[in-house]
């Protein structure tokens, strides 16, 4: 929990509305804010790893664990790197174990390396017999022996020296290269490498450290180096601004991995020191948390180096420190001199005060008068207003029922006067077949089922559009009563299903079964079946035919 609330407190500054470099410089001072968190984490991870190995039951688990341990290490305490590098190597020894002897051989070169013993690193490397390793050892090898020759290139004068240790790290970088899986982020590291320091392309070498800080996670050694290197090829084309950007990004994946032995921060404090007067506080913070990391990791060419550049830092930073103090000085005389002018001014404006005192006591009387009587003018012309409203609404309401009404009253007319004309026809009829003796004739067309059905066409539709008309949201609020997945669907505007007309007549107030039976042209049994399967998909059946009742409850 802790980790990911470090974590969130980084990735926060991502969205700061600011330029692109005070961003990163204000994300890296949130994580250097966070130092102390981050390396309780790595004490607690080591202290874990300390205690396996404690408990580890045979010489090959102490082993890895003295690897593992070496590793986590080797860039974050110089001392403890080479503790764990020997412990291995002699307990390697102590079993025959040809494999682990390399490995700590190697691993002792690549910490004397880094903590700047040549001489000593040359010595373990020659122990190594490179016919013996695997592929995996062969490739920490030549990495041991390049990092070995591009160190002792850094560091000597001698021309001839620099030609032969540049010959010597090209070769082992490109067998190393040999023994790396392509397209992984490891091989574009090393070919960014050998891009910039055998090819000397600073342009291509750029576009493979770009793919290694997109693959490589920001806490990662790999991720740090990439960024530093991005950074230097940025420096080469004279793009400060790209240069500064992968510097800090650099130095924010130093804290967070964390690395001790890292060379970013101080890089960057010195060009802000350098090329920014304004920073010379953020510049002297940076290399004092340079200088406790190089002494944490107790690399002393760090400290060395470190520790020329310091006293020029400290010492504009102290200059600047002076200045500030004179001008809170000077600031503090003239907030004496604007003091004094300040009571003169202030026993003037309590005179005034005095005799203003009393009118803004009346005046706020009179005020308070005026508001409680316009607040009182409100209220009414709020509740006149509310009232208009109301009286509005239900007007509408009123000629909208009216109109339904209105609209009901003629279907009901169309209705009487088609049953009216239907019962003259068939009076006419009756006549007519008794004159002329048809009685079996009348008798045939009377029972006709196909005057019925016409007859119940005509009302059902009759009834269907009145309906609807007075109770227009009838079937949408009962879908509300049924499962989402037994909805009634209408397939033709302005009609009722058969489902939906029984219903219909039991919101009207039609419960019975054989009284909607008979209005519906159907059998008792057949309205029951229909009801039961409408309720069988209700979503509360106890309760479904009163839920009905209170459907359209406005009209």
Known sequence: MQARLILLSIVSFLVIGVSADHRLLLRLDSVIAERPNISAMKEQKLDNMRKELVLASTDEAKLKLYDQLYQEYLTYRYDSAMVYAIKGYELAKHINSQYYLNKFLISSTLTNVRGGFYSEAEDNIRKVKPEELDSVLKYEYHIALFWLYLSMREYTDDPRAKDDYKQRMDSCLLKAIQYERENTVNWFYLMGEKMHYVDDDSKQSAVYYQKVVDMAPINSKLYASAAFSLARCYMDKGDMDMYVSWLTNSAISDMITPLKENLSLQELAMYLFENDPNQVERATRYIYCSMEDAQFFNNRLRIIDISHKFPAILSAYTNKITQQKSRILYGLVGLGILAVAFLVALLFIKRQNTALHKRRIELLDKNQELHEQHEEVRRKNALLEEQGHQLTRLNERLID??????????????????????????????????KANQVSELLSTISSSRISEEDAAIFLGKFDKAFLTLYPTFVQELNTLLAPDQQIIVKQADTLTTELRIYALIRLGVKESAEIADLLFYSPQTIYNYRSAVKNRAINKDTFDDDIQKLCTVI
Do not use: H, S
């Not at 009404?405 to 007519?432: F, H, S």
């Open 401 to 434: 029922t009216n109109f339904r009404r209105e609209g009901l009253a003629k279907i009901y007319i169309d209705l009487c006067a088609k049953y009216i004309d239907k019962l003259k026809k068939y009076q006419t009829l009756v006549q007519r077949k008794i």
